[in-house]
């Protein structure tokens, strides 16, 4: 898969990784930044979302694009689209921008608005990436927890840097018989559910 990055991928993810890094250190404000994942939670969930089950593959909280890029690798290879949600202009704008000149608009479907009403449409989902507003993704677990197809996976991202705001939705996980989870020390902990 990660062959299959052509130049004009390797140059945007390059460029989304400076001005992330950029924006950390000079004081931009929260939901200004980009707040993406680093490259190897990238690797990380391209090869989970290219070996689960047939099914959708959504993301919840696009930004610019950055983590919907790794994604587009497993897409590419199951031969569907990355279904990606993200609520505000700004990064909608950088989102598009980042499939055009990634040249990977075919596999990725954008759905602009609020995820929190968006979700509850799709249905059969194989992989699901959390990564929106952490005191949102105990609600996105209540919404997701019954769409997952049998050996469905959900990564929700800062499972170690945000463990407290994220622990309601954990220990929801947790307690929820259908699912078996973990939480993996890659990037910035990653808490992995797998649908029996
Ligand atoms: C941590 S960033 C996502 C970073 C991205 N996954 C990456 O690694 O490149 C969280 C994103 O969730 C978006 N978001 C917050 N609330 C949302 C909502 N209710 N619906 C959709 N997106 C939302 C934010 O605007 C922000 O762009």
């Keep these: 898969m990660f062959t299959e990055i052509t130049n004009a991928m390797a140059e945007r993810m390059a460029f989304l990784e400076a001005l992330d890094k950029k924006d950390r250190d000079d004081g931009t404000t929260r939901m200004e930044r980009l707040r993406q994942i680093p490259p190897e939670t990238g690797k990380f969930l391209s090869i989970l979302a290219a070996n689960c089950p047939p099914g959708q593959l959504v993301e919840i909280g696009t930004s610019a694009g950055y983590s919907t890029m790794w994604l587009s690798l497993a897409a590419r290879e199951r031969g569907v689209k990355v279904k990606t949600f993200e609520l505000l202009e700004p990064k909608i704008r950088m989102a598009k921008e980042t499939f055009d000149k990634a040249g990977i608009k075919d596999f990725i479907e954008l759905i602009e608005g609020d995820a929190l009403v968006n979700i509850r449409q799709t249905e059969n989902v194989a992989f699901c990436f959390l990564d929106c507003e952490k005191e949102m993704y105990l609600d996105c677990?209540?919404?997701?927890?019954?769409?997952?197809?049998?050996?469905?996976?959900?990564?929700?991202?800062?499972?170690?840097?945000?463990?407290?705001?994220?622990?309601?939705?954990?220990?929801?996980?947790?307690?929820?018989e259908r699912f078996d989870s973990v939480v993996v020390p890659i990037g910035k902990g990653e808490f992995i559910c797998r649908r029996k």
Aim: hydrophobic fraction near 45%; charged fraction near 30%; proline fraction near 3%.
């Design 141 to 176: 677990w209540e919404i997701m927890a019954d769409k997952f197809v049998k050996g469905g996976i959900l990564v929700a991202d800062n499972a170690i840097n945000h463990f407290e705001t994220i622990k309601p939705m954990i220990g929801k996980a947790q307690k929820d």
